[in-house]
Structure formats: structure tokens, C-alpha cells
């Protein structure tokens, strides 16, 4: 069992950055590989970033490759996401989810274990 608390939200200007980590409980953490998803109001939750149990295979939605960078220290039981040039159309909440098996990583449904989410605002 884990559980998970994002924090780094915030509000910022179009082409700032911000970077979101992720805090999971247990003793169990490097067991998961983890996810970050966005919620855009009134639309599902999309799929942003994924990273192996070890650190590696990290993988984007094309919406963030190239801007985005996902990371994570298993010593510090964190995943973080770093968010370079962002954009109006990057503001969403933000939730991290662990899974223990969640193939390339861009499926909701692999993952069981979910943040309560941070709130990201670009302003343009």
C-alpha cells in the first residue's frame, strides 16, 4: 500500500517553470512505476509522463515532450515533474499515480494508487 501527496502547484506565466514532486508513503515505493496525469475542467484525465520503478524508460505525452521532464529518487520515496515553457493550455490539476505494473505507463486504469491532485495555472 502507498500513498502519495503532490505539491509544487502553483500559478505562473507563460513560458515559466514549475516543479511538482510527489511524496509516497510505505516501504514499498520502489515496487511501483509512476505516472503523472492533468485534468483539464470538464474533460477526462490525460496522461503526461511516466517513469519506471528504477528510474529509467521515462516516456511523454507529445504534448510535453521536449518540456517536460519526469524524475524520480527512490531514497526520498519522490517522483517529480519538471515543467519548462509553460503554456496556457498546460493548466490542469495535477495527480501522480503509482501502479505495479502499468506497461509503457499512459493508462489511468494500470495505476492504483492516486495523489489528491495540485493545481497548475498558466496565465498568458
Known amino acids: 500500500q502507498v500513498s502519495l501527496v503532490e505539491s509544487g502547484g502553483g500559478l505562473v506565466q507563460a513560458g515559466g517553470s514549475l516543479r511538482l514532486s510527489c511524496a509516497a508513503s510505505g516501504r514499498t515505493f520502489t515496487s511501483y512505476s509512476m505516472g503523472w496525469f492533468r485534468q483539464h475542467p470538464g474533460k477526462e484525465r490525460e496522461f503526461v509522463a511516466a517513469i519506471n520503478r528504477s528510474g529509467g524508460n521515462p516516456y511523454y505525452a507529445d504534448s510535453v515532450k521536449g518540456r517536460f521532464t519526469i524524475s524520480r529518487d527512490n531514497a526520498k520515496n519522490t517522483v517529480y515533474l519538471q515543467m519548462n515553457s509553460l503554456k496556457p493550455e498546460d493548466t490542469a490539476v495535477y495527480y501522480c499515480?503509482?501502479?505495479?505494473?502499468?506497461?509503457?505507463?499512459?493508462?489511468?486504469?494500470?495505476?492504483?494508487?492516486w495523489g489528491q491532485g495540485t493545481q497548475v495555472t498558466v496565465s498568458s
Open positions: 499515480a503509482a501502479g505495479l505494473s502499468t506497461g509503457r505507463g499512459d493508462y489511468a486504469g494500470f495505476y492504483r494508487h
